[in-house]
Nanobody, 122 residues
């Protein structure tokens, strides 16, 4: 059973930074696309960023381009999301997820972490 465990969320002022981490169990981490998604109250879960198995490809939703950076360390089975210049509209529960496909759609990610809350005060 694959387990994904996120950490690094918290409360930050607008303009501040946070780094989220997601560590996966198992030996095949380097074979999968990893994604970050977020869900704000009353809204659907949305794609934030994805990274290919080797880390060579990265992709972001337009709203975070230039502010967020996704990266991975396959030796540590960990994917990161560096979030800079945070805005109140970034406030949400952030989830990491694993997929066998290069996708932005939540339904194509069968494995999910429990989520970590990011709160941005204005």
């Amino acid at each position: 059973q694959v387990q994904l465990v996120e950490s690094g969320g918290g409360l930050v002022q607008a303009g501040g930074s946070l780094r989220l981490s997601c560590t996966a169990s198992g030996r095949t981490f380097s074979s999968y696309t990893m994604g970050w998604f977020r869900q704000a109250p009353g809204k659907e879960r949305e794609f934030v960023a994805r990274i290919s198995p080797s880390g060579a490809l990265r992709d972001y939703v337009d709203a975070v381009k230039g502010r967020f950076t996704i990266s991975r360390d396959n030796g540590k089975n960990t994917v990161y999301l560096q979030m800079n210049s945070l805005k109140p509209e970034d406030m949400a529960v952030y989830y990491c997820a694993r997929s066998s496909t290069w996708s932005i759609y939540p339904y194509e990610y069968p494995y999910w972490g429990q989520g970590t809350q990011v709160t941005v005060s204005s």
